[in-house]
């Protein structure tokens, strides 16, 4: 039994017309719908692509609006409503947020930041959608379609990732270049009052994410490729990996891994695991443990290049993956 790729589509194809030294046009990241049957990827030519699950088919493109490309690298350039299978939210490099209906693609609104725009999520009630810009924090209303609230004193730098927590509407964390991990309840009023536990990772951080069997735990991978493990309430340090990547044991004729991709937390196991990748498109998904980082398997003949974007948890014995060979690879468990 191992991972293999199921199917596989390259939704902008290269043309014969298309110089040689033209960047190839991939997916950034994933999102799914709330009934799980329809996948949202925003690429680097500003395009956000909808396909079908299950065969990789594209269903439809939701056009690029002049000038504005999505936001590379940080965080969601799209992300679905947690509750309306057809409502989905867009962010470009510059300062809008845009409602679309997926069965029209018809963009239904337009949200209009004071600064660019790093990062989205919207949480699990449909009421809030938070987004992340170069210091600030801002919360708009959902149902009035009005900014609710900025925080402007937690962060000092750069915004990486917003994340709701997956059950409690109120509960946000956010991440920085800064190096700090904030977690705010919402519900408490303000920023001050808000602001519930400061993480300091030490240095920038490129993804910061919930786990555990209540989500009561914080997972933190850095730009200098720690990670670290944290308890969201008390914001007490439990697991400390200096250089996690260099523990990967990745085999000989498969070489080093050279990057981080992702990690993921498995509920049924309650296991975290690291996804790294090679720039020839292999990647290694490693189980953390308290002595390092164990492989378990290899996901490899699915992508010839770097891989940037995992969708893991939606669909158990699926994984879907997006790479800068401009493919879109469905892996399934034989």
């Given at each position: 039994m191992s991972w293999r790729p199921e199917r596989a589509i390259v939704p902008v194809p290269l043309s014969d017309a298309t110089p040689a030294t033209a960047?190839?046009?991939?997916?950034?990241?994933?999102?799914?719908?709330?009934?799980?049957?329809?996948?949202?990827?925003?690429?680097?030519?500003?395009?956000?692509?909808?396909?079908?699950?299950?065969?990789?088919?594209?269903?439809?493109?939701?056009?690029?609006?002049?000038?504005e490309t999505c936001a590379l690298g940080l965080d969601y350039g799209a992300c679905f409503s947690r509750q309306t299978p057809h409502l989905?939210?867009?962010?470009?490099?510059?300062?809008?947020?845009?409602?679309?209906?997926?069965?029209?693609?018809?963009c239904l609104n337009v949200i209009t930041n004071d600064t660019p725009i790093t990062c989205i999520d919207v949480n699990s009630d449909d009421t809030t959608l938070a987004c992340g810009g170069e210091e600030n924090l801002y919360f708009w209303d959902l149902r009035a379609m009005a900014l609710r609230?900025?925080?402007?004193?937690?962060?000092?730098?750069?915004?990486?990732?917003?994340?709701?927590?997956?059950?409690?509407?109120?509960?946000?964390?956010?991440?920085?270049l800064d190096g700090?991990?904030?977690?705010?309840?919402l519900s408490l009023g303000g920023e001050d009052e808000a602001l519930t536990t400061v993480i300091n990772a030490e240095t920038s951080v490129s993804i910061a994410n919930f786990f555990g069997p209540q989500y009561e735990n914080v997972l933190v991978?850095?730009?200098?490729?720690?990670?670290?493990?944290?308890?969201?309430?008390?914001?007490?340090?439990?697991?400390?990996?200096?250089?996690?990547?260099?523990?990967?044991?990745?085999p000989t004729e498969q070489g080093m891994v050279d990057y981080f991709?992702?990690?993921?937390?498995?509920?049924?196991?309650?296991?975290?695991?690291?996804?790294?990748?090679?720039?020839?498109?292999?990647?290694?998904?490693?189980?953390?443990?308290?002595?390092?980082?164990?492989?378990?398997?290899?996901?490899?003949?699915?992508?010839?290049?770097?891989?940037r974007c995992i969708e893991w948890d939606c669909e158990p014995g699926v994984i879907m993956t997006g790479g800068e060979d401009g493919k879109i690879c469905r892996w399934a468990f034989y």
């Open positions: 960047p190839r046009v991939f997916p950034l990241s994933f999102t799914h719908s709330a009934n799980r049957a329809v996948d949202a990827a925003p690429f680097t030519d500003g395009s956000v692509r909808l396909f079908d699950r299950q065969d990789l088919n594209i269903l439809s493109i939701i056009p690029t609006k002049p000038g989905l939210f867009t962010h470009s490099n510059q300062n809008t947020i845009r409602l679309w209906d997926t069965r029209s693609r018809e609230s900025c925080f402007s004193d937690s962060h000092s730098d750069l915004v990486t990732q917003v994340r709701f927590h997956p059950t409690n509407p109120n509960q946000l964390l956010s991440s920085s700090l991990v904030c977690l705010f309840d991978l850095t730009a200098i490729e720690t990670l670290s493990v944290w308890n969201a309430e008390h914001g007490n340090r439990m697991l400390d990996l200096k250089n996690a990547r260099a523990m990967i044991p990745a991709v992702d990690a993921h937390y498995d509920s049924a196991t309650q296991h975290i695991c690291t996804i790294a990748g090679t720039h020839a498109g292999v990647l290694h998904i490693a189980q953390v443990a308290p002595t390092g980082l164990n492989t378990m398997f290899v996901l490899e003949g699915g992508h010839t290049d770097t891989v």
